[in-house]
């Protein structure tokens, strides 16, 4: 016998339907427990999540800051190893072709095209310390906020002193991080808008506290510093302080300036990474 269906006419296919019949109720002894499921939308309703709690809103903004970071400092080390490798590689052949110049012409190109490859590097370098200083990780924090003061202040022609203790404060590398933007941000600041020709930056442990105060003689804050629409850069310190458990005042100093005051709890520091 062949394989298929078998003919049409081997089914009963008739089908009596009587109009306007209801659906019979179920019993209630013999309901299943899909019969006595809610409807959707309480079924819906009663499953919901509620609003995230504020500890898990802010370890959700420490991991997104503390994976940009990771980010920056990938992208930095590529910059500074791979770009930086390059760069001194092509120095070394143009050394070499400028040993074997015979014409002046010759000469002078090969000496204006190491002068844009030192350039390139400087650009480099910089770059890469914006998006993350290797020296944070290779020297410590205070040798960072060092060397960040020194470009600052010859970027803007200023006098930027440093204070700080002997050694780094005992804080994780997150928190270390998060202080280094602070003062990355509050040197933005002076640069932009307090029109001064002096600041000095302070970075100590007291007590339990980490407490760095950056302070400056310009133009000083408007009261509603943080309130303004324009104020991105100090609510972001704001927002790099509160995820660190810390505080920030904001005060114009006696006479003129500016002065930032952030105190950081060191066991809440060291519990954050």
Same mark, same amino acid.
Not at 13 to 41: G, I, K
């Given at each position: ?10 089914? @009963?296919?008739?089908?009596? !339907? ?97 002068? !844009?490859? @030192? ?17 944070? @990780? ?22 930027? $002193? ?5 050694? @780094? ?18 040197? $933005? ?57 810390? $505080? !920030? ?25």
């Amino acid at each position: 016998m062949p394989c298929g269906l078998p003919a049409a006419d081997a089914f @009963d296919t008739s089908v009596t !339907l009587a109009p306007n019949t209801p659906p019979r109720p179920v019993p209630q002894d013999q309901r299943t427990p899909t019969d006595a499921s809610p409807p959707f939308a309480e079924r819906r309703a009663l499953h919901a999540p509620g609003p995230p709690s504020p500890e898990a809103l802010r370890a959700w903004a420490v991991s997104l800051v503390d994976a940009r970071e990771e980010e920056r400092l990938r992208i930095a080390r590529g910059m500074h190893d791979e770009l930086g490798q390059l760069l001194t590689a092509l120095q070394l052949e143009l050394a070499s072709l400028a040993l074997v110049a015979r014409e002046a012409a010759q000469a002078q190109r090969i000496a204006s095209m190491k002068a !844009l490859i @030192d350039e390139t590097m400087v650009a480099v370098r910089r770059i890469s310390d914006d998006l993350r200083p290797l020296m944070l @990780d290779d020297l410590g924090l205070n040798a960072a906020v060092e060397s960040l003061a020194r470009t600052a202040a010859a970027r803007m022609g200023i006098e930027v $002193t440093v204070r700080h203790d002997e050694a @780094d404060p005992p804080i994780q590398p997150s928190v270390a991080t998060a202080l280094y933007r602070i003062v990355q941000e509050a040197l $933005t600041n002076v640069a932009r808008h307090a029109h001064a020709t002096d600041v000095s930056i302070d970075l100590r442990t007291q007590g339990r506290e980490t407490v760095l105060k950056v302070e400056d003689n310009g133009v000083g804050l408007p009261e509603d510093a943080l309130e303004r629409t324009d104020s991105w850069g100090l609510r972001g310190l704001l927002e790099r302080v509160n995820l660190c458990g810390g $505080t !920030l005042v904001l005060e114009n100093a006696p006479g003129s300036g500016a002065r930032m005051t952030v105190r950081l709890p060191i066991d809440t520091a060291e519990g954050s990474a």
